[in-house]
């Protein structure tokens, strides 16, 4: 038995020193273990191959048992750390450069062309940090159109794996994810729509004790959530870290977005909002249904605000409910104003 671990130490550590991939050695660790077993369970027991590996499995199958537990663990811990530190396992972030490429450039050239943009916007977007706030029907448009725009750093939070029932409108998910935490699969086809952009995936719920932490190392921030304690949550945590809030929401045939930023004069989500309405008045997507496009139409809608934000081009829709009706094709924008009694933001002096 000694010189069968012998053996191994030396094909594991001396395939390491001559650069032999660690998969490898693994594989053909694996092929001798089963090869001895093989042999303690097939030779009789006073055949010299059976006593020179150990004279019994018992040995080797607590071995086995040992290293199953051992590798096991560290999947768990792996899995964990991936959890709390965002980058699926195997998924490096993208570094980021200073510099465009050739590629980036031809990229974005559409971009660039552009008068309100240009190179200067499009470096401001590849600077750009924004966290996204689900990665569901209005979270899914909104991170396939900011990746493919080239903003730099894109966190996503989300709890939720992909189901069958979501492939419906979320489209940056596939049938083969299902069952894939949303975040980790959002990351995989951002960065294979654009390779250029960092994806920082959170798998968690949103809390009040990540909430402020995580909201103040972005520039901004889109709620495409589906329920009204994470928008409150999302609000209130943008309000504390003084930065944009981008919220849409969806219902049957009608979706709605608006940008709430105090610190500019528009109203918070609370100033219009103050409390949620009752359950039977704001069904969910589940219950009520919602058309497969719409939060397609949504979503870019919020990815566009993001990106004037990001450039400093046209007019933020601040101070408006932009509401969109897909069903009679029609569409209306809403003056909203901040209440001076807001328990949320009533207390933040306007920029100049």
Not at 15 to 28: D, I, K, N, S, V
């Amino acid at each position: 038995m000694l010189l069968v671990l012998l053996l191994a130490a030396a094909i594991w550590f001396g395939g390491g020193w001559m650069g032999a991939p660690r998969e490898a050695r693994a594989t053909f660790l694996g092929l001798i273990y089963v090869a001895v077993l093989g042999i303690q369970v097939a030779f009789p027991e006073t055949n010299p191959l059976r006593i020179a590996t150990g004279g019994s499995a018992a040995p080797w199958l607590i071995l086995g048992g040992f290293g199953l537990l051992f590798f096991g663990y560290r999947a768990v811990l792996r899995n964990l750390r991936a959890r709390v530190t965002g980058p699926a396992a195997g998924v490096p972030e993208t570094p980021q450069s200073d510099a465009f490429s050739d590629t980036e450039l031809n990229r974005y050239a559409r971009h660039i062309v552009l008068r309100e943009v240009g190179g200067a916007g499009q470096r401001a977007l590849k600077n750009a940090k924004v966290l996204v706030v689900g990665a569901g029907g209005l979270g899914a448009p909104a991170l396939q159109y900011l990746a493919a725009a080239g903003v730099g750093t894109i966190g996503v939070i989300d709890d939720d794996k992909v189901e069958n029932a979501n492939l419906q409108r979320q489209v940056i998910h596939t049938d083969d994810d299902i069952g894939t935490p949303k975040v980790f699969s959002a990351q995989r086809h951002m960065q294979a729509q654009n390779p250029y952009v960092t994806v920082r995936p959170y798998n968690r719920r949103l809390t009040d004790d990540i909430a402020a932490d995580l909201v103040a190392d972005y520039d901004l921030v889109l709620d495409g959530s589906d329920n009204f304690e994470t928008r409150y949550l999302v609000n209130d945590a943008c309000i504390a870290a003084g930065k944009p809030l981008i919220s849409g929401a969806l219902s049957q045939w009608e979706g709605q977005m608006s940008v709430f930023d105090p610190t500019q004069g528009a109203p918070c989500y609370r100033c219009v909002f103050p409390q949620a309405p009752a359950a039977h008045l704001a069904p969910s997507c589940a219950e009520a249904g919602v058309i497969g496009p719409l939060p397609g139409v949504v979503g870019a809608m919020m990815a566009v605000e993001a990106i004037k934000l990001s450039t400093g081009a046209g007019a933020v829709a601040r101070g408006q409910m932009l509401i969109y009706d897909a069903l009679y094709g029609e569409n209306r924008s809403i003056q909203i104003s901040r209440r001076a009694d807001c328990a949320a933001c009533g207390h933040i002096t306007t920029a100049d």
